[in-house]
């Protein structure tokens, strides 16, 4: 089945160190999204890209950025973790033209 | 931009009972109104969405009404089960950007 992949599932780091995630997609969707999610905050989204040559800034961009190396692959990194970006975070992807928004497992990020 | 309050933030009901989880967004040109379930360490998943040209719809025991006068939108779930406990996330849609903006979330539980 066409899903939404995201590695690593779970990471611990230090702080000051760089962090990628990454998220590949078999949908076959143009759009991509990396939220962030803490807890009695809900998803809060972070970057998101229409195309290849598209990466706008979301709510809350600051201390990350992004590349999408491709169609299905849309990376958010962490240049220098800091503990309050301890969080759980999703990649989603959605269709041009069609609302609904498909999220990957999520990537559960602890930085110490 | 727009602005989403989801309340409450926690619902307790027993078996068998319905519940209703309420939103307001700010931005009256808002026009797609989704509603996504997380259970615990699972992605968000839609489980029914509105549009702005619609009062309300339904699928089996969930239903979704909006009031674009008051701008706000409720979930009602009937003859609830305790599979439907999780995190129930409201969302919205300004019809000039494709970005969702959530609620905080509302950890519904079902007691049996």
């Known amino acids: 089945d066409a899903d939404v992949t995201q590695t690593p599932r779970n990471r611990i780091t230090k702080t000051g160190k760089r962090i990628m995630l990454e998220c590949s997609q078999t949908?076959?969707?143009?759009?991509m999204y990396w939220y962030r999610q803490d807890p009695g905050l809900g998803l809060r989204l972070i970057y998101y890209?229409?195309?290849?040559?598209?990466?706008n800034k979301g709510e809350i961009s600051d201390g990350y950025s992004v590349s999408r190396q491709a169609q299905a692959k849309f990376s958010l990194s962490l240049e220098s973790a800091i503990p309050n970006q301890t969080a759980l975070y999703f990649c989603?992807?959605?269709?041009?033209?069609?609302?609904?928004?498909?999220f990957g497992p999520g990537t559960r990020l602890t930085v110490l | 931009g727009e602005n989403v309050e989801q309340h409450p933030s926690t619902l307790s009901v027993q078996e068998g009972d319905s519940a209703v989880i309420k939103c307001t967004y700010s931005?009256?040109?808002?026009?797609?109104f989704p509603w996504y379930k997380q259970e615990l360490g699972k992605r968000p998943q839609l489980i029914i969405d509105?549009?702005?040209?619609?009062g309300e719809k339904k699928d089996q025991r969930i239903a979704v009404t909006l009031n674009k006068t008051a701008k706000h939108f409720s979930l009602h779930i009937t003859e609830t089960q305790p599979e439907d406990s999780a995190v129930y996330f409201c969302?919205?849609?300004?019809?000039?950007?494709?970005?969702?903006?959530f609620g905080k979330g509302t950890l519904l539980t079902v007691n049996p």
């Open positions: 989603a992807t959605s269709d041009s033209g069609r609302d609904e928004q498909f």
């Open positions: 949908k076959g969707h143009d759009r």
């Open positions: 890209s229409f195309d290849v040559k598209d990466i």
């Open positions: 931005d009256s040109a808002s026009n797609y």
């Open positions: 509105i549009r702005s040209n619609v």
């Open positions: 969302a919205a849609k300004t019809g000039s950007n494709y970005k969702l903006t």
